[in-house]
């Protein structure tokens, strides 16, 4: 069956650097990968969208690299800030349906 | 948030009692999916729309029944609520299907659902 893998345990970053958040996927050939950002309490929120064919998406702060052979997906923010502190998901999807990880909790340390 | 709304917000039932929620869009989206998250499991499909009358499966489907009578409206039934079904329920909406251009997701605030 497909499986998605994020870094089960929290990550906890000094604020300044860049946190890398990793998503490995089995048994699944998505044509495109998201990654969400979830506040406690509140609903995913999408940040960048990578296509098969993309190597690295970029947008503001944030940089996503997608690896088709590797079956990965890295997920980097930069100058990192305690504002960034939440829970990032993973979605490789193809067709009708997207696939969540169980997600990655982030820590900016100040 | 903009543009999706659940209810009701938290409800509080008992086992073996019919509970439905609601899922309202403003943006005229054709697709629609009911979600539930429960730690340790992530987010799971539970039902999805592909436009008015047209829906299909997710992973977790088992218990649960939806409609779409309407673009805007998609309606989660639990049948007969069990205590396994305690869970916050997640509504979202996309312009287009997974594969295409467009088809970031949009979710709802969600609904916190005890079932005692």
């Known amino acids: 069956s497909q499986k998605i893998e994020q870094n089960s345990e929290a990550l906890n970053i000094q604020e300044g650097k860049t946190a890398t958040l990793t998503c490995n996927y089995t048994?699944?050939?998505?044509?495109?990968l998201q990654w969400y950002r979830q506040d406690p309490g509140r609903g995913p929120v999408f940040l960048l969208l990578?296509?098969?064919?993309?190597k690295e998406k970029r947008k503001e702060r944030l940089k996503v690299t997608f690896d088709t052979t590797l079956k990965q997906s890295l997920f980097h923010i930069t100058a990192s800030q305690p504002a960034d502190s939440a829970t990032y998901l993973c979605?490789?999807?193809?067709?009708?349906?997207?696939?969540f990880g169980k997600g990655t909790r982030l820590h900016i340390l100040p | 948030d903009a543009g999706i709304t659940q209810s009701p917000r938290h409800k509080v039932t008992e086992t073996g009692t019919p509970v439905t929620l609601r899922c309202h869009q403003t943006?005229?989206?054709?697709?629609m999916y009911w979600y539930r998250q429960d730690p340790g499991h992530g987010l799971r499909l539970i039902h999805y729309?592909?436009?008015?009358?047209?829906?299909d499966k997710g992973e977790v489907s088992d218990g649960y029944s939806v409609s779409r009578s309407k673009t805007e409206d998609f309606l989660l039934t639990l049948e007969s609520a069990t205590s396994s079904q305690t869970s916050v329920y997640f509504c979202?909406?996309?312009?287009?299907?997974?594969?295409?251009?467009?088809?970031?997701?949009?979710f709802g605030p969600g609904t916190r659902l005890t079932v005692l």
């Open positions: 990578i296509r098969e064919n993309e």
């Open positions: 979605a490789p999807n193809r067709d009708d349906k997207i696939i």
């Open positions: 979202a909406i996309s312009e287009s299907r997974a594969s295409g251009d467009h088809n970031e997701q949009f």
């Open positions: 048994n699944y050939s998505p044509a495109y």
């Open positions: 943006e005229n989206h054709r697709y």
């Open positions: 729309s592909y436009g008015v009358k047209d829906t």
